[in-house]
Nanobody
């Protein structure tokens, strides 16, 4: 059983920063892609950023320059550094792991999400 556990969310003032972490646990051999999505109330889930095992990144155009994704393959952990946060960044941030290889095969997984609230 693969489990993704996010941490690092919280309340921050506009212009502030947060760093999210997501660690995959379980009988994981390798993970191809890890990433972050977000969903605000009443809105569709949207891509924030993804990163492959080889370090290739993909960002939502609107977030380039403010958010940075990184990962530690040895720890099966992905990070999201968020700077210059705006109220419109308020959402539940969900971690995704794609192409997760375990003893039982390959699959995709989602975390439970961590709340990020940007407000003064």
């Amino acid at each position: 059983q693969v489990r993704l556990v996010e941490s690092g969310g919280g309340l921050v003032q506009p212009g502030g920063s947060l760093r999210l972490s997501c660690a995959a646990s379980g009988n994981v051999y390798t993970i191809w892609s890890m990433g972050w999505y977000r969903q605000a109330p009443g809105k569709r889930r949207e891509l924030v950023a993804t990163i492959t095992r080889t370090g290739s990144t993909n960002y939502a155009d609107s977030l380039k320059g403010r958010f940075t994704i990184s990962r530690d393959n040895a720890k099966n952990t992905v990070y999201l550094q968020m700077n210059s946060l705006k109220p419109e960044d308020t959402a539940v941030y969900l971690c995704n792991a794609g192409g997760v290889v375990t003893h039982d095969g390959t699959g995709d997984y989602w975390g439970q999400g961590t709340q990020v609230t940007v407000s003064s």
